[in-house]
């Protein structure tokens, strides 16, 4: 915010070891919770249910929960972030872990992140997913269970992109 010029000294040191990267966890919660957060607010996540989105999906939550962990965990695989979900063990006592909440409907998004998390400094913020939002009328084709899934994947990785620092 300010103008004027500026001098960068930099020292390059050879041979010497990278630091390694931090470990990043996601938690995928599908149980529900309550968020309580400076810029979320006090939100109460109802649990993810395939056919709170549509009756048409009605016995699919797990199939539905399984593509949306396996799109999650392709979109990234290559930078080593660590995809687990509620359904599987809990992260470690006193591990951080940043939590993926599925469930609830908002008029006006399909997701929010607490922040854009610069440089990934805070490793337990939360982003919630809309899932009920998902809804097949919202698309201009009739999504199949495993469709839906990968759109609520990709919309999670965006929010999840939004708490590791992406803009």
Request: hydrophobic letters at 45%; aromatic letters at 10%; glycine letters at 8%.
């Amino acid at each position: 915010r300010t103008t004027g010029s500026y001098q960068l000294d930099a020292t390059v040191l050879r041979g010497t070891d990278v630091p390694a990267a931090a470990q990043q966890i996601l938690l995928l919660d599908f149980d529900g919770g309550n968020v309580a957060s400076p810029t979320l607010g006090r939100v109460s996540v109802v649990p993810f249910s395939a056919e709170a989105i549509s009756r048409r999906y009605a016995g699919q939550t797990a199939a539905m929960k399984s593509a949306i962990l396996a799109v999650m965990e392709q979109n990234f695989a290559r930078f080593g972030i660590t995809v687990t979900t509620s359904d599987e063990s809990a992260p470690r006592p006193g591990t951080s872990f940043s939590t993926i909440f599925f469930g609830g409907f908002d008029v006006g998004t399909f997701g929010i992140a607490e922040s854009v998390d610069v440089y990934n400094q805070d490793f337990c913020d939360d982003a919630i997913i809309y899932a009920e939002t998902f809804q097949p009328q919202a698309f201009s084709f009739d999504p199949s269970a495993l469709e839906l899934a990968i759109a609520i994947g990709n919309v999670a990785s965006h929010e999840a992109g939004h708490l590791l620092g992406l803009n």
